[in-house]
């Protein structure tokens, strides 16, 4: 089993799994959709990578300002993540994403990465940055530290 690990934008949703033993976080893909209020067919898909991944839960990046209060990006997230618990019956965890996107471009930035080409990157990656944080939280409680 694995855990998947969400960015949830306006008209794209990255999209990230763990290996078995939620040790690591890889890019899966970035799912974009024409309509921000179109999201049957993103649903769908994160539906069948669910599947394709054997996934048990699911942790979605939640927006919030770096003041830590919530906005509207907050408020639509949550009504992702009950549309995903609704579809899915899989449990969803929200985690702070703050400062994921700036990681993000930094990365691809010192990867190499032309500006131009970061875009298509950016949300699968910082999917990536929610999912580990995630896992590293996992690791830490286990350790006891």
Known sequence: MRIMGLDFGSKTVGVAV???????AQG?????????????????RIEELILEYEVERIVLGYPKNM??????RCVKTKEFKD????RTGLPV???????????AD??????????????????K???VFILQGYLDSLEHN????
Not at 18 to 24: M, N
Not at 29 to 44: D, H, V, W, Y
Not at 93 to 103: G, H, I, K, N, S
Request: charged content about 35%.
């Open 18 to 24: 763990s290996d078995p033993l939620f040790l690591t």
């Open 28 to 44: 899966v893909e970035t799912i974009r959709r024409k309509s921000p209020g179109k999201l049957k067919t993103t649903l769908a």
């Open 67 to 72: 003041n830590n209060t919530e906005g509207e």
């Open 83 to 86: 549309m995903l618990e609704q």
């Open 93 to 103: 965890v929200l985690w702070d994403e703050r400062l994921t996107t700036v990681m």
């Open 106 to 123: 930094k990365t691809m930035m010192e990867s190499g990465v032309r500006r131009e080409d970061r875009k298509q990157y950016a949300d």
């Open 125 to 127: 990656l910082a999917a």
């Open 142 to 145: 286990e350790k006891g530290e």
